[in-house]
């Protein structure tokens, strides 16, 4: 495996060893980086999956999954005693062309909010209220579904496509 | 007229760097010097033009212009001077500007020092750069340009348009939206720059490395003449790495430093590759060997740098650094595979000129330590690579996005980064050419066995994971060996010159600066893994709410509440802050103050913590909540982070050990080394 890199610069009538040698090396070195890999995959990969994937029970109740939704502002709850926050997501498309095709992100996420026929999932996580979770924001979600239809929040990451880019003046002085 | 200056001086600036690309490669076809010379010309003005550029965009951006779309979209008439200044790289299109600017200075600078020196390479490295930043200033011209303003249409609507659209008025809001408030920290003064500084300086070896496969030169010298300004760029990338952290540490309020975002993923893989780089290259100049390797390393870093740019900018992942989507992604997408393909192939092309007699002598020898150093980095590469494009290639293969987190990356890169440590303790008793097991273990027992008192001095304080106690171990070993090194390469060189301990040890850093700044920055490396071991393995934390008076614990310390202040400020924040006072066994330390602000503007809060500092650990204090009619209930989150410090006090050592490489020599003497440097 050590004179893998030097192989490749000899001369033509040691080649045959000496790529054999090359190959062996690379392949053993690859052979290490998937091994690592794959075991720490294990536990630590979650499917990311939208509200209506989840709640169709794409996969085993119990298991940690990433689930994308829109905040809606009106169902946020925090008890600052025991850091206990609670609200409801609602579904957002998954793929990044259906939200392209539908007028990019910030739109979506403000059409789903008020539409009350897609599907909404209550959300409970322990911890700081995140700056960031407002009406209309994106949430991300790392945790599990409970028996109770509830999704139980380990982690949770907040996005705001709308406020800082796509804002157009809104009082203008022509 | 500010406007029209900015980006005329960047339509004469995209025609000025196409003319750059033709004349370097047509004045090399007709071998005419009156041509090479137009091109070295054109690319000398590009940069005072981009200059121009930015100037204007500065003069706008201070100046309060927020009819230009990106004055309105990153200032507003409370932020400060340094804020609006830093405004520039506040949002994509000043961001891709700043990056053209850096990158037409580095330019600028190489024609400058080295036209006569590397005359051979240099029409080359002109036609390769200029048609980067041909590309870039496309994208800033056509796709995200800065001096777009606001017209209303006849409709009533306001569009974003660098020209009037037809019948239609400007628009003229008396104030912006301003940059956001996570932004409005003095590491977004530094970060930004640092990290660009960081990309863009590795186009320059890039473009040496290709020039030279196309010239068919397939010595050092491409090498050799970019040696510093990799080193200057990978110390830059560096910095940016870290006062990324800092910055994460101080504005996100949760007592971490690095999460593993795939944002963060996508600026640490060149500076993996990058890394492995600074080393293989010392065995090309010193054995003649990796000589493909180091091209191919080269060509891996500079596209990652683009990648890193593109993959901030394409909304493909989802990250906290939430950057719009734009429609520049695919455009960067097909730059990056056709010179990731066209570099390559040149590679190829030349492969067999390349060879080198040379060979690895033995597995102890210091070519060994490096080959097996340029595998660890490729490997973590590697794993940081599938990482962050995992919920791409699930969702291609299964049809379903996979994700993974950081006890992913922590996990499978973990023991690598433990083997990366270990070879950095035998490096430095490794030479050229063969070490033998019996001198290396010769060299290595004394260290080995000493560094086992920090693993049991850890015990002692409570430690009692084996992964920490290894590291720790491992920490000190690479501490101890370099130092230990040192000392003894001191001692031989005062006894044999006759020459005091201090006198021998500076004259021996001076004959051998490169060697001596690698081993500074081995242990400021060494330093920052014992800050990220302090706070990986043993923060703790607890949070409640309290009243005014009352008190919480963790470990030995009291936190007392003892009032809250709120209060408007004149750049339109609400700010809370509350008053902690904080005691260890009884004794007061002192107090800090963790507050959050509300920016009305933004209607966004951002949390500041209160921390208190020492050299042993961090006291991180947020204040999460706070009751707003009564103000006597808070809520508050505390994190116990031991030797966190050591992350930033080493990263200062990292930066003198690679001022110390870069230092140039005052005389080229050489008779008087000891050793080769290294």
Redesign the interface.
Known sequence: M?????S????QKKSGIKVNKFLIGGVL?LA??VL??A???K???????TVDELISG?VKQGSSV?V?GVVLGDSIQ?D??T?NLSFIVANIP?D?QEI?ARG??ASVLHEASLDPNVSRLQVVYN???P??L?NEAQA?M?GKLGEDGVFYAE?L?L???S???????S???? | MIGPIGYGSLVIALVISLLGVVASIYGQRIHSNAMLETARRATLVTFPLLSLSIAALLVLLVSGH?EYTYV??TTDLSMPFYLKLAALWGGQEGSLLFWCWLLSGFMFLTLMRKWKSDHDLLPWVIAITSFILFFFLILVLFFENPFNR?F?TMDGD?V?SLFPPMMS??????DG?GL?PLLRHFGMIVHPPALYLGFTGFVIPYAYAMAALINGRTDDRWLKSTRRSALFAWMFLSIGLVLGSRWAYDVL??GGYWGWDPVEISALIPWLTGTAYLHSMVTQEKRG?????NVALIILTFCLVIFGTFLTRS??L?S?H????SEIGPAFLAFIAVMFLASLGLLLWRWSD???????PS?FSRE?AF??NN?LF??IF??CL?GIL??ILSELLTG??????P???E???G??FALLLLLMGIVPLTIWGSTTARSLGKGLWKPALLALLAPLLSFILGGNRWTALLSVWLIAFVILATLMDTIRSVKMRSRTHQESGWKAFSLLVQHNRRRYGGYLIHIGVALMGLGIIGIEFFQTTT?G?IAAGESLTLSNYTFTYEKLDIADTPDGRNSAVATVLIRRDGRELGRVYPGSDYYYA??????RPGIRSTLGNDLYI?L????EITTD???F?IYYNPLINWLWIGSFVLIIGTLVALWPARNRRKAFSLEGSA
């Not at chain 1, 050590?2 to 030097?6: F, H, K, P, V």
């Not at chain 1, 406020?163 to 003046?169: A, I, L």
Request: charged share 15%; glycine share 6%; aromatic share 12%.
């Open positions: 050590i004179s893998l890199e030097d490749s610069h000899t001369e070195m290490a980086v690592l890999i075991t720490s995959l536990g630590n990969a979650q499917y990311y999956l794409k990433r994308s925090y600052p005693r850091l998954g990044n392209e990019g992100l911890g700081a209220r700056d960031l407002t991300i790392t982690e990451l996005k705001c496509p406020r800082y880019e796509e804002g157009v003046p009082q203008v002085v022509p | 927020f309105y979209q606001y209303i306001v974003s008025l400007q628009a003229n809001p008396t939206n956001s309020g949760w060997m990796f000589k493909h390797w909304g493909l989802s906290v939430s950057f719009s989507e390349l060879s080198s007699p040379y060979q690895i597995l060994a080959l097996i595998l490729i490997a590697l794993i599938t995992f919920p379903q996005k996979v994700t993974v987190g006890p992913f990356y996990h499978a890169t023991p690598l949070q709410m933004s209607q966004q809060s951002v949390t947020i999460v909540d706070w009751l209930g808070a809520t989150k």
